[in-house]
């Protein structure tokens, strides 16, 4: 069919350029006759012979303007030759040859785009009919499923159209009940359930990755440091759920690295093999690594999950204050305290012990004696023990500094260095030991300042629990350590954060409550409907408080995102109650049988437009898929209050309105 469908097209593409020639060439022989060329009466009635594609084929796809143009052009043509005299005809044939040529020209373009068009059409129409077919074939294999689920949605619908207009009108009957028990409920779950839901900044996403840095004494240098961290890598593969890991040793002195890396730290980068619960498996492989770990000496390991949208650990702990050894003090004690508390792992401080230096501290005393200024020996021993560059060799356009300092084996040692001359070419020669005197200590780690003061900052991850709980159990312990009055301590990290973040969304919660007023104050033209309409949303915080609480899901900031919205959602259903109301009042009905009638006639858009809502987010809050973690308190918080909400507002929001609306 569609190879005769082709056929018939090219035909009708080819014949009437043929007619159209041959018709050309008759009239020219016979000028004097002045009935209709065939290709004209073709375009008006499409025929070939007997056949009639009326009858066969789409009249829109076969008909072609292009052949009825053609025809009329060069009939307009053949009658402006045929005008004036003999001599002007003679010299009008001249000119009516690029005319003749141009409708020609014009004819293929024309026929060419009509017939691109007609094809883009079937092609369209088949991609249509395809798409419909396959419509109506899923439609008729599902049907079958789901005529029980509509039959037992107009059953339990029909029910409830019967039992919901004496639901309100009992509520009428009886306002302080019902208004009591929604403001009871919103209590309860404000003062009782909201302190004890923990709080986070976002929720922790189980990418099956987690990081061990490893940290061995300070100036232990990087071989060793390799030599440590092979023994840790062969026990991660180990594991069954671990596919591969990475090892970094050591940290360049770069802006972007920490003042805790060196040659003695490292990193292993662990992935586990995707499939089954990353939750559970990381949770597991991290709490054996922890327990093996921690059971070899001199190395200590910190497990962390990487951090999404932060650079801040879970926790970190400011402690502030001058003196440099009580600081070290204060924050050693602090360490010891916060790794009691549950919950908290790799509590770690930035103040470690310094790296090995000798310390040469001179006896002015002894200089004044021997005659000896102290800033000469200084410099001198100096120079003597890392050198001097005097002057540069050249070697062409390349300049090289010619360092000049003592042997290695001169230095080599404590009694090496004592032994140095600090009056060279002076007649009796003083050693360095005569006027110094020289030992091995530790100089500081760091000094870090933050707000110009100098602080110790702890750091340390959580597992198993809220930030919230935790930061609690911390500001308790710490207020227990006796600190000097010019000490202070602060939390800072996710908390911190956590804390401005949270600011920030419940200024754009007010703001979007604000707005919506507004704009239905405007549209109603009245304050009083819309404050009745806005006590849908804490009707909608019951709903979220409860699920959150009865999931165990911590206020997070995609918690915040989704009170955000439904600040927006869940007034909708109270506008279309009371818009309609208000209708029905103003065509002279009672108030409470406007109330009763209105809730009855918009019942069902009310439920039609929750259960689309809550369907369309039903896939998010099952959690499906990767970094579900942080998309299913949002969903679930939508949801929560959009049924709180509808529930609630098919009930109280009627009787909050017969409540404060008093005009007759």
């Known amino acids: ?115 691109l068009g007609k094809v883009i059409l079937c092609a369209t129409i088949l991609i249509m009919l395809l798409i419909l077919s396959a419509v109506g074939l899923i439609g008729m294999v599902l049907r079958p499923l789901f005529l029980p689920l509509l039959a037992l949605f107009d059953l339990a619908f029909n029910a409830l159209s019967r039992v919901y207009p004496r639901v309100i009108g009992w509520s009428l009957r009886n306002k302080p009940v019902v208004i009591g028990t929604a403001a009871l409920l919103f209590a309860l779950c404000w003062f009782g359930l909201i302190p004890r839901l923990g709080s986070e900044l976002i929720p922790q996403v189980h990418q099956g990755e987690f990081n061990v840095d490893v940290t061995m004494p300070i100036g232990t240098p990087l071989e060793a440091t390799d030599a440590a961290i092979r023994p840790l890598e062969r026990i991660i593969l180990r594991e069954e759920s671990v596919d591969k890991i990475a090892t970094t040793v050591g940290a360049e002195k770069t802006t972007m690295a920490s003042s805790e890396e060196g040659e003695h730290t ?153 032994r140095l001359t600090v009056n060279p070419g002076a007649r009796i020669a003083i050693p360095l030991s005569s006027v110094a005197d020289i030992r091995l200590s530790e100089g500081p780690s760091e000094i870090r300042r933050i707000d110009q003061q100098r602080a110790a900052l702890i750091t340390a991850n959580i597992s198993g629990r809220d930030l919230a709980s935790v930061t609690r159990d911390i500001e308790r312990v710490l207020e227990d350590i006796e600190m000097p009055s010019d000490f202070t301590f602060d939390i800072a990290g996710q908390r911190r954060e956590m804390q401005t973040s949270i600011d920030s969304l419940t200024f754009a919660l007010a703001l979007a409550i604000f707005l919506v007023y507004v704009v239905m104050a405007s549209q109603f033209e009245s304050l009083l409907h819309p404050l009745v309409i806005m006590f849908t949303i804490p009707l909608a915080l019951i709903g979220v408080v409860v699920v ?61 437009t929750t259960a689309t809502t809550v369907l369309g987010l039903l896939p998010m809050a099952l959690g499906l898929g990767e970094g579900a973690e942080i998309r299913t308190p949002m969903a679930l918080t939508v949801i929560a209050g959009l049924i709180s909400s509808t529930l609630l507002t098919l009930i109280v929001i009627p009787t909050v309105y017969a409540a404060v609306d008093r005009k007759k």
């Open 1 to 115: 069919m569609l190879l005769k469908t082709i056929f018939l097209l090219l035909l009708t593409t080819l014949y009437p350029v043929i007619v159209a020639v041959l018709k050309l060439v008759e009239r020219i022989a016979r000028s004097g006759q002045t009935r209709r060329i065939p290709l004209v009466e073709w375009a008006e009635s499409p025929h070939i012979g007997r056949l009639n594609f009326f009858q066969r084929v789409w009249e829109t796809i076969l008909c072609f303007r292009a052949p009825h143009a053609l025809g009329e052009s060069l009939s307009g043509l053949w009658d402006w030759l045929k005008r004036g005299k003999l001599i002007r005809r003679i010299l009008k044939a001249p000119v009516s040859i690029p005319a003749f040529l141009y409708f020609y020209l014009r004819f293929f373009v024309q026929i060419f785009l009509e017939l």
């Open 548 to 608: 959150l609480y009865a999931f165990h899901i911590s206020l997070s900031i995609v918690v915040f995102i989704g009170l955000i919205m439904l600040a927006g959602i869940v007034v909708n259903n109270a506008i279309v109650l009371i818009d309609y109301i208000n209708h029905l009042r103003k065509n002279g009905m009672d108030r409470v049988e406007a109330i009763i009638q209105g809730g009855q006639v918009r019942l069902r858009p009310i439920l039609m």
């Open 266 to 418: 490292g990193r292993i980068t662990v992935q586990l093999a995707r499939g089954g619960d990353l939750k559970d498996k990381e949770e597991r492989v991290i709490q054996r690594l922890r327990k093996t770990f921690g059971e070899i000496p001199r190395v200590k390991t910190d497990i962390s999950l990487p951090a999404l949208f932060s650079f801040k650990t879970p926790i970190e702990v400011e402690i502030k204050g001058f003196n440099l050894q009580t600081l070290s003090l204060l924050s050693r004690k602090a360490e010891e305290e916060l790794n009691r508390i549950p919950g908290l792992y790799d509590v770690k401080s930035n103040i470690q012990r310094g790296h090995p230096e000798i310390q040469i501290v001179y006896n002015r005393e002894r200089l004044s004696d021997y005659g000896l200024n102290l800033r000469d020996v200084a410099m001198l021993i100096r120079n003597k023990v890392q050198g001097r560059v005097p002057t540069e060799f050249r070697d062409r356009e390349r300049k090289i500094d010619i360092l000049v300092r003592i042997r290695e084996e001169d230095k080599a040692t404590i009694h090496d260095l004592k």
